[in-house]
């Protein structure tokens, strides 16, 4: 198996290519990061991929010098192809040798690269969640009608399409995504306010980049993975219901139209639904930490308090509204998130700026991907003017 790791370089780049050390069958053909190129050099080093992609070009020009010198040291023998931008993104995503694609970059720009792949008829796994938050409308029916798989890596829809698995027709009568309720989960909304970027940066359970973990603590990451499970799941807002499970043992569960429950557990790892979108329909061997549940004793499922988790109720007015506000939402998101880890708003601000953006928002019903990547200048602007 070929694999092109786009984000190779964050917490789920690394994830992946631990995987890769497991499985002999599995090659890395391509790797694309930011701008970490002291990681992405011992990666190279390490895979021997033949296309790498540095999106800023300034850090692909030092890392093109450490290469060479590398190479004139014998310690690697062949040099990759080495592409920056936007561009180098997609030609990573549709590199011809891979069978499948892992979208773990940050943000919209991952948008582009995902249509790439599926194009080129490319599985992807995806770990990005922007590219269905924004543009769920275009990038489903395109993997429809392209044959390819969209093999979700997020632990909560991993957990879903797992419990999907050989079900008949699979009628749902809900979707029980689950969440953790972050480091805030018992905090009033009152101490909320007083909040630093220092307490939103620890998350009990889970160890993520500064946004995706920013994003946990106010409860909007859970929704934009409400977004994303609508898009994948092929389902309405109105059936999905986000469930507090503290310990994060509980991925996430289907309800079916008989009443049955299925559930998904595990230990709180990201390794394992990795593996199973790059192994599906097989499953294989990824760690000795296994859940023990008579260590784990109890499990807790908690309803989330909309007003303390404001984030969490606009995502589901967002993706009510439809067309362009998703993307709002998200991009609003972004910029709200910016200006809190730079300690310019209050904590309780981010989910006030996301409803303010949504309020000024003429939603178009259905946006082409060049709307939604101009939206990111609109909204962008637009918030950047509030503050200045």
């Not at 190279?44 to 850090?59: H, K, N, R």
């Not at 030092?62 to 561009?87: I, S």
Request: aromatic letters at 6%.
């Amino acid at each position: 198996m070929n694999i092109s790791i786009l984000g190779s370089t964050g917490s789920i780049g690394t994830q992946t290519l631990d995987i890769v050390r497991i499985n002999h069958d599995m090659n890395v053909v391509a790797l694309a990061a930011n701008k970490s190129i002291d990681l992405l050099y011992k990666q190279i080093l390490e895979f021997s991929p033949e296309l790498v992609c540095v999106y800023d070009e300034e850090a692909a020009g030092k890392l093109e010098a450490m290469l060479a010198d590398a190479h004139g040291r014998e310690e690697l023998h062949t040099l990759p192809e080495l592409v920056t931008g936007m561009e180098g993104l997609i030609e990573t995503a549709s590199i011809s040798d891979a069978d499948i694609v892992v979208t773990a970059v940050v943000g919209m720009m991952g948008i582009e690269p995902t249509i790439a792949a599926i194009k080129a008829h490319k599985n992807v796994a995806l770990a990005n969640k922007e590219t269905l938050v924004c543009a769920g409308h275009i990038i489903m029916p395109l993997a429809k009608n392209e044959g390819v798989k969209i093999l979700p890596v997020d632990s909560e829809h991993s957990a879903i399409f797992q419990c999907l698995q050989g079900r008949a027709d699979n009628r749902i009568r809900k979707i029980l995504l689950t969440a953790s309720g972050g480091p805030f989960l018992h905090k009033s909304l009152d101490e909320l306010k007083s909040v630093k970027v220092e307490d939103a940066l620890k998350h009990p359970n889970w160890n993520m980049g500064a946004k995706v973990t920013i994003d946990s603590s106010t409860m909007v990451n859970k929704g934009l993975e409400v977004c994303e499970a609508s898009w994948l799941f092929d389902t309405k807002p109105s059936d999905i219901e986000v469930v507090i499970q503290p310990q994060s043992i509980v991925h996430s569960a289907v309800e079916f139209e008989d009443g049955a429950v299925i559930a998904e557990l595990g230990v709180p790892d990201m390794h394992l639904p990795i593996s199973y979108a790059l192994t599906y329909p097989e499953r294989r061997f990824v760690s000795n930490d296994y859940l023990d549940l008579f260590k784990i004793g109890n499990l807790e499922f908690i309803k989330p308090d909309l007003k303390k988790f404001k984030g969490l109720a606009l995502a589901f007015g967002a993706l009510k509204m439809g067309g362009s506000a998703p993307t709002v939402f998200n991009i609003a998101d972004e910029e709200a998130v910016k200006l809190f880890l730079a300690r310019k708003i209050g904590y309780t601000d981010i989910p006030d700026i996301i409803g303010k953006a949504l309020d000024g928002h003429k939603v178009s019903p259905n946006p082409d991907v060049d709307e939604i990547l101009g939206l990111k200048k609109e909204i962008t602007e637009q918030i950047e003017s509030w503050y200045k």
